[in-house]
């Protein structure tokens, strides 16, 4: 029985905004009682604290900024409940490296494992073995599969569908049909259907956009780059771009400026996630839009978890929002800025 406990929504303030931070929901599930494919259910699973105390976080990349963001909240909030270290692993975007890694962990001693998964489908072997050492499992983002014990979710599909929104309201003034491209991740990340998804379904309503290219870029900047080349010499027409992470975006917005353009609107450049790279280039009117996470509370959120699960509780959450995630854009008239942002709070 998977427990929805919490969701969170941030909401642009500002109607005239040009670079803008568009955030996504973040969903959150815990599984009380698993029974998913009929293996052992994780409930009859007594957990163990250890001596000393660790947490083990298996990360889907290091080279990706966006899980820096994750350490960073475990390592805050872990000292709250007297864990004294944090194992970590980077998979470098490798299942079968995450799966070696994460076996790894579960050898090390810890009390508890994290997981950011590459493929979901391959942490079946990760989970049976952390729990026949008694730790529990909590899926990190992305997408979980087997009988993990709580899963911490940004709701991805629906970044898309923001994206999409901010895009279309930018091209609204724009006689003619429009043509927008995708820059993609690489096809087997888990996270790259649901972001690409919601944007190409919300936009597909749309008669007066039109996408002439959805192509890899490879999650990295140098892939965002040379994918957005691609693009602009193909499809020099091209109105908007949609990168779907931010170092994506930042490669995205050297081809752009490269091609003697502007990624704040010709073409329109949104990007995904969040990142340090994507708030520094909004600021310096490089880019429009990104649609942002907040991976440092979905950190604190799944120490939290662990915590619980060690202690043989049920995680119980309600409208959880994170309290630190700011957003800054530049106004229209350049006349200053406009911040919003999330704050704690229950239904």
Known sequence: MKIKIGQLNIINKSETVLAGIVVTSLALASVAVV????????ADTAFKKKSPLIIGYS???AQDPYWHGYVSGIETEMKKYGFEKLLTQDSQASPQKQVSGSLALINSGISCLVVSPHEPNALSA???????GNIPVVVGDVGAAGDYDAFV????YQGGVLAAQFI????????GLQEVAVIALNPTTSVNAPRSDGFTNTVAKNPNIKIVANISGGQTLEGGFKAAQAILSANPKVAAIYTLNDSMAAGAQQAIQQAGRNPMSDPILVGFNGDKV?????????????IAQSPYQQGVIAVDICWKLLNGETPTYSDVENEDRHGTARSDSGGGTSCWTCKLSKK
Do not use: F, R, V
């Open 278 to 290: 994507a708030l520094d280039l909004m600021k310096e009117k490089k880019l429009a839009a990104d």
């Open 35 to 42: 029974t998913a494919m009929g293996t052992a259910n994780a």
């Open 168 to 175: 279309e309201k930018g091209l609204a003034a724009k006689p």
């Open 153 to 156: 979710l940004s709701d991805n």
């Open 126 to 132: 990760t989970i049976t073995a952390a729990h026949k």
């Open 59 to 61: 990360i889907q990349s």
